[in-house]
């Protein structure tokens, strides 16, 4: 019973814990889904639910916010699964293999830690995105540093980028629920 109400609040914490702000600032090339990078085949666009419709401040925005979660989500597959059979910290024998204990085990101290360092990144990056020139995900200007932004292999990074991140989302979102439902980790639930 527990199990099945906390089920759906991973997969909810999962999908709105790094949501991004409102985006208020310029962007020089209009914002559209037939010049936005990341339809690819086998779906091409896809847009079930209609969110292409909305503004083009709501399209920055959203892009900026795939770009920010399929990050995190990149970075959180591989720490699930590097945590569960190596750590540095305590002789390479981590002492939980279920992430959920592991998140317990964290002094509040070390959330405080954590909850700063997000903040300092979150400023960080508003402070990039006022830049001149500025695009969606683009912290550091790589493309203003493009001699063509718009170059066929720039464009397939990009897209590979937005794919892995859309399927390190569902990963992520999977990993943390079988988690719940076995009470094991990933590797050790697969018998790894």
């Not at 985006?23 to 847009?47: E, I």
């Not at 591989?78 to 959920?100: A, I």
């Not at 001149?132 to 540093?145: C, H, L, N, S």
């Amino acid at each position: 019973m527990v199990r099945a109400i906390i089920a759906p609040l991973v997969f909810a914490s999962v999908a709105t814990a790094f949501t991004g702000g409102v985006v208020t600032r310029a962007v020089s090339q209009r914002m559209s889904m037939s010049t936005m990078v990341g339809s690819s085949a086998p779906l091409g666009f896809f847009d079930p639910l209609g969110f292409s419709k909305k503004s083009e401040a709501d399209l920055i925005r959203f892009r900026e916010s795939e770009l920010k979660h399929g990050r995190t989500a990149m970075l959180a597959v591989f720490g699930v699964l590097t945590q569960e059979r190596f750590h540095p910290l305590y002789d390479n024998k981590p002492e939980f293999s279920n992430p959920h204990e592991a998140a317990a085990a964290v002094p509040p101290l070390g959330w405080v830690q954590i909850v700063v360092l997000c903040g300092v990144l979150e400023y960080a990056f508003l402070m990039a995105s006022k830049q001149e020139g500025y695009k969606p995900g683009d912290y550091f200007g790589i493309t203003a540093r493009l001699p063509d932004p718009d170059d066929a292999s720039w464009v397939d990074f990009q897209t590979r980028e937005l794919n892995n991140g859309r399927l390190a989302m569902f990963a992520i979102m999977g990993e943390l629920t079988h988690a719940i439902i076995q009470g094991k980790g990933p590797l050790e639930g697969l018998g790894l």
